[in-house]
């Protein structure tokens, strides 16, 4: 799954490209659109969980300038007892194909129960659609 973000103004330093503290913002967008296309947001709410990152790990491979269209990947990973990873990835578009590699990025994460806020098993339910998502490719 996929998101397109174009580079403004806004996004960008000193240097005139995008500020390495403005993936963390665009590879957000992607896990915030990635997962409510799968409805997961909707299971977790049902049981009154929180999506919580634990770790994110970003290597930087190119820089993105103003106008620039940067798509962001989502993919889920692998799924522990407590926490799960995904892989994301930032690419340069041109003509509306990815071209780039821009950025990349593992994704740690836990469900905290929103009650007692501490980090939860991933079970039931909540296993089963993550588990669909990485059978799906998705």
Known sequence: MSVDIKVRGYHLD????????RYLEFLEEGRWDYFDR??????????????????????YRRPAFDGEVIRI????????????????????????????????????FCLMDAKTQRAIAISG???AVLEKMIEDGL
């Open 14 to 21: 000193i240097y005139h490209h995008v500020n390495n503290s």
């Open 38 to 59: 799968h409805r997961f947001l909707d299971v977790i709410d049902d049981d009154q969980l929180a999506f919580v990152v634990a770790n994110i790990n970003i290597s």
């Open 73 to 108: 990947v989502t993919r889920m990973g692998s799924i522990g007892n407590k926490s799960a990873q995904m892989q994301q990835q930032v690419m340069l578009l041109e003509n509306g194909e990815p071209t780039e590699l821009v950025a990349d990025a593992t994704i740690t």
């Open 125 to 127: 339910k909540v296993r």
